[in-house]
């Protein structure tokens, strides 16, 4: 079962505020049964004496004095109209209601059964008891007070609500303290994915929280030095093996005598061509621009650029860019993203080439597109992985799989995502998504 409430912050307020009514219920319940109820049954228990001790002088009296008596206390022989013997409880006046009954219960326990009692609401609510004046029954109204209705339960009930109140804005006020390293963890942790490098977090907090910082920095340090451990390998790596391959041209050039082969020179060339472009994969795939710093740029100037070079090469593409703002990115690694998607779309859709950009909302757009034969949504989902290759791509040597891994790691990088769909008509359609807020905070 999924609660409704997902964040931590809602879920403890929630179950502090249904400790806290709990607590109040129980804490009512008991000021109730065993303080207000005892308090009550005994000023019933006493103003019973009193109304005996009346009927009993209205009993013993002459029949003209005790008619005369009466009379100046408003006595009448019928019961009064608009009598409310059993008034249901009002959600308003709960306690007041809470309280009459009980007194009107304890009250008629201690009286004689012909001597009944009932309770008059309206503006002005009196109590009606009937005594007996010279043998004659006859109703007496008593006024009630409305300090002695409540009886102080309703400044008792209006501070229990204030400490409720009191409690949970403490409650909420503590948990928003705590609640604010877990936030700060969680952009952190956006930002190693995003493959930035966040500053440390402060272990200044409470104990568990301090032990869930210091392990993320601890994390975020064991990467950072890995990447930098991996950059230099690869830079070793390619280093190494370009200086030997540099040799090696150059012990072809003078090896081979002038009127040899030409078709296998060529091919020995290409080979060392495609080493090279290898290693230089390896090369932009471990270091996709995190150390560049953002600069506020125009991208649909640098799309133009790039749709002119490879004009120059017969490539042409077709361009519908629209209104985008200045976005801050890393020029080296966004050409990077372009070139390696357009370079695709070149030698894998080989026609129909159309760059396209636009913005929704917080978002920028850019849509690399191509008629190519396609491929299937399954391998759509499996481009990004390193060293992942479509169907369409068997044929073609001289790649390692990288290039759109590298393209999915600059768009992470900008704080942006990488999405690939049919095109309609037939052909693909390569979406980089750019969140404009993401970039300007960059």
């Avoid at 952009?187 to 493959?195: H, N, S």
């Amino acid at each position: 079962m999924r609660l409704p409430l997902r964040s931590l912050l809602a879920r403890n307020i929630a179950l502090l505020v249904v400790l806290v009514a709990v607590t109040q219920v129980c804490s009512l319940t008991v000021l109730l049964h065993f303080v207000q109820r005892p308090r009550i049954e005994r000023a019933a228990s006493i103003f019973s004496d009193y109304v005996k001790t009346l009927d009993g002088a209205l009993s013993g009296m002459s029949a003209e004095a005790g008619r005369a008596t009466a009379a100046r206390l408003g006595a009448q022989t019928q019961a009064p109209e608009h009598i409310d013997a059993d008034t249901d409880p009002s959600p308003m006046l709960l306690f007041r209601t809470y309280q009459r009954n009980v007194f009107l219960e304890a009250l008629q326990r201690h009286l004689p059964p012909d001597m009944p009692v009932r309770w008059q609401s309206g503006d002005e609510e009196r109590l009606w008891i009937r005594v007996h004046v010279a043998g004659t029954p006859a109703w007496i109204a008593l006024p009630m007070a409305e300090v002695a209705q409540t009886s102080g339960i309703t400044a008792a009930l209006v501070l229990s609500t204030a400490l409720a109140l009191l409690a949970a804005l403490t409650g909420y006020l503590i948990q928003l303290h705590i609640n604010r390293p877990l936030q700060d963890l969680a952009r952190a942790a956006r930002d190693v994915c995003a493959g930035e490098s966040p500053p440390a977090l402060p272990t200044d907090g409470p104990t568990e929280i301090a032990q869930v910082s210091g392990a993320f920095n601890q994390m975020t340090q064991a990467l950072k030095q890995a990447e930098t451990t991996r950059a230099l390998m690869l830079a070793g790596v390619s280093h190494d093996i370009r200086t030997p391959l540099t040799k090696l041209r150059l012990a072809m050039a003078m090896s081979i005598p002038r009127g040899a082969d030409d078709t296998f020179v060529a091919s020995a060339e290409g080979y060392l061509d495609q080493i090279d472009t290898i290693l230089q994969q390896f090369m932009d795939y471990a270091g996709s621009g995190e150390r560049e710093v953002p600069q506020p740029g125009d991208l649909n100037a640098l799309i133009r650029q790039l749709a002119s070079d490879f004009a120059g090469l017969g490539h042409d593409f077709a361009l519908s860019l629209g209104d985008l703002p200045a976005i801050p990115f890393r020029p080296v690694s966004m050409m990077r993203l372009l070139m390696n998607l357009m370079q695709n779309a070149v030698i894998y859709g080989r026609t129909g080439f159309f760059a396209h950009t636009w913005t929704d909302g917080p978002t920028a757009y850019v849509a690399i597109c191509d008629r190519g034969s396609g491929i299937s949504v399954a391998e759509i989902e499996q481009l990004t992985a390193p060293f992942s290759r479509g169907g369409n791509a068997r044929g073609h040597s001289g790649g390692t799989g990288l290039g759109l891994a590298i393209v999915d790691r600059i768009a992470r990088l900008h704080g942006g995502s990488l999405q690939f769909r049919a095109r309609e008509g037939g052909g693909l359609e390569a979406v980089v998504a750019l969140p404009l807020a993401r970039a300007t905070a960059t």
